[in-house]
């Protein structure tokens, strides 16, 4: 066993001797951008060191907790674009976390190459795997390592005051070292391994915690199981076998086997608990899919994205098939595919009439295919925006079909007219096509389909957007909006549930519109009919899907709050999933349950066809009752330090927000402590927040 001393601990196989050795690969950018650096495991098993063999003591690092995945082959634009020249079992891809851009690297040989993949998966597996203890220990390490300054694994007090200073607390002196003597036990004026562990300890003490756990505790030293079955009952309004529960968390938690032998969980156990996932105050019970999936798919709320192809911004950004690898990755169920004429015969995708560059639809269809389902069952929309000519129309259909196969929905489950949208269920692992397409499904079925050369334009063409809010913006090319639009029979044959249709009034859709017909809104056109006709609006979403998108003028790839959207029930609110903000954070919060599987049923109000529910005004509703809500803030630990500056000291505190119906929107937030960035409560007062909603 290789250990790190205050850190992770792991069983050192061939794969990892060799990454400690360290290898020479080239890193690529491009095809022409293609640079050796010398790569080695630190021996800390966390920390991957890079340097070029030019650039002096110049060197990088990063750690494995940053990573997400290895690629292995060619999977990644810039690894197939050098695929003539290096094979595919030399080449992988190191996937990081967040918005941070891929690493693309080759080996010398196939041999290193499978050293470095096997190796850094067994590095992330064992990560994933981690029980609390070891995560504490690994948070204590990485700290007792940024302070050994010099690496000699002690400590001495001025490497503690710089230590502090990294971990945001401004401490007096004097109290600072009666910590430092109080842990050094063998009275050597340095802090060995254990010696730092009680330091930390006795730094960073839970004395709201406490608190807490001595409230429940007969002796204060201890919880019994039933003090754990009464803490669950009560605070944490647990209701599912209390006592298998109560058991579970014991054994999962509780560091001391003395402990364990009682059937007790110490304070240190407790800690652990609370800080672990299971102490989350997010339902562990809706971390799997739970809601009935057998209604129709516009019953549901649909993870979806906005100009997915874009890596930044919509006038000059990359385009690439990352965006929808990692998309669909984050759950994504709705992607956009803007398809244009390419050359030789090949379509292309990218923002029209703009300077982002362009990437092949194939290539797209691939990405698709791969990576549609793995970590969502249910079924994809592709929402395709439609400008190329019958030809490559024709050559869309075909990759379509060959890539896709029987993944690709292209008739109505069982053959027969439906009268309904399916469920999610119905069609998990299908992929399915929201596009222009010549008549309806009716037509299909009693062989009414005329030649089929023209159809109407989407009204989500973005000229129509720009003309429609009379905007005048310089920095976007203004088209001719052209009213029809010849289409193949090949790509309308593959649209079947969700036909793309021009919107009219509620009025027109109430007599005229078929269930499976999807209109799209910019942001701006929502909001008019959320404010002039509500209840219509959630009447209409109730039968039938509807997309809404932000404004053509968001050229920064911004956000708008989609919450505003949900409350009429849309179902479709596609955001630029490349860009971080508050919408993102919303979208991340609502589809975070029900699995993650980018399926979130609505509320049973906004499903009712004849319902009078109208977001501006909800307490008409029959059956309103508020709810209140009270969330008690004890405190908050290692807490990341934003501020650039080396000497700052950051003061937190926790802003509770309430997002909904205008009604329910509420905001409170704590007070905060100076200068007590680390210590107990992590600078936060312990307090209670009372908020009312009417539609949880």
Known sequence: ?????????????????????????????????????????????????????????????????????????????????????????????????????????????????????????????????????????????????????????????????????????????????????????????????????????????????????????????????????????????????????????????????????????????????????????????????????????????????????????????????????????????????????????????????????????????????????????????LSIENHCSVEQQRVMAQHLNHILGDRLLKSTLENKAPIRLPSPEDLKGKILLKAKKIGGLEESFNGTVEDPQTGEVSDEDEVAEINEDNLHRQSICRRIKRSTQRLSKELSDCVVYCKSVQFNNFKHSRIHSKFYEVASFTESKARKHLREAGTEFVHHNSRQLTRVYPSGFRTDSSNFNPQEMWNAGCQIVALNFQTAGEGMDLNDGLFGQNGSCGYVLKPSFMREVEGVFDPETPQQRDCYQPVVLTIQVISGQQLPKVNIKEDSIVDPLVRVEIHGIPMDQAKQETRYIENNGAKEAVGLYTSEHIVTTGHP
């Not at 030019?54 to 050098?82: C, P, W, Y």
């Not at 710089?162 to 036990?185: G, P, Q, S």
């Not at 996932?277 to 993870?303: K, T």
């Not at 390419?342 to 703009?354: D, S, W």
């Open 1 to 381: 066993m290789a250990s790190t001393g205050v850190g992770l601990r792991i069983q050192v196989d061939d794969n990892l001797q060799s990454m400690l050795v360290g290898t020479v690969m080239r890193k690529v950018k491009s095809r022409t951008w293609k640079k050796q650096r010398y790569f080695k495991l630190q021996n800390d098993y966390m920390t991957i060191w890079y340097k070029s063999k030019k650039a002096g003591n110049t060197h990088s690092t990063f750690s494995v907790m940053d990573l997400e995945a290895i690629r292995d082959g060619h999977q990644s634009e810039v690894l197939v674009s050098i695929a003539d020249e290096f094979p595919a079992d030399r080449c992988f891809t190191l996937v990081f976390r967040g918005r941070r851009g891929n690493l693309d690297l080759v080996a010398e040989s196939a041999e290193e190459a499978q050293s470095w993949i096997k190796g850094m998966r067994k590095l992330i597996e064992n990560l994933e795997n981690m029980g609390e203890r070891e995560k504490l220990d690994q948070w204590i390490g990485d700290w007792f390592r940024k302070a050994d300054k010099n690496n000699d694994g002690r400590m001495n007090f001025k490497e503690v005051q710089d230590l502090l200073k990294m971990m945001n607390v401004d401490m007096n002196e004097h109290h600072a070292h009666r910590l430092f003597t109080m842990a050094d036990k063998s009275q050597s004026g340095m802090l060995e391994d254990d010696e730092f562990v009680l330091f930390y300890k006795m730094l960073t003490q839970r004395e709201d915690v406490l608190r807490v756990f001595q409230a429940y505790s007969v002796d204060g030293q201890k919880l019994l199981q039933s003090d754990i079955e009464d803490f669950l009952r009560e605070e944490q309004l647990d209701g599912i076998d209390i006592q298998q529960h109560a058991k579970q968390l014991i054994e999962r938690y509780e560091p001391s086997d003395t402990a364990k032998l009682l059937n007790a969980m110490t304070f240190d156990g407790f800690l652990m608990y609370l800080g672990s996932a299971e102490g989350s105050i997010f339902n562990p019970q809706w971390r799997g899919v739970f809601q009935d999936m057998s209604q129709p798919l516009c019953h549901y709320f649909i993870s979806s994205s906005h100009n997915t192809y874009l890596m930044e911004d919509q006038l000059r950004g990359q385009s690439s098939v990352e965006g929808y690898i990692r998309a669909l990755s984050r759950g994504c169920r709705c992607v956009e595919v803007d398809c244009w004429d390419g050359a030789n015969g090949e379509p292309i995708v990218y923002h029209g009439h703009t300077f982002t560059s362009k990437i092949l639809f194939k290539d797209v269809v691939n990405a698709v295919e791969n990576y549609a389902f793995k970590v969502s069952e249910y079924p994809v929309i």
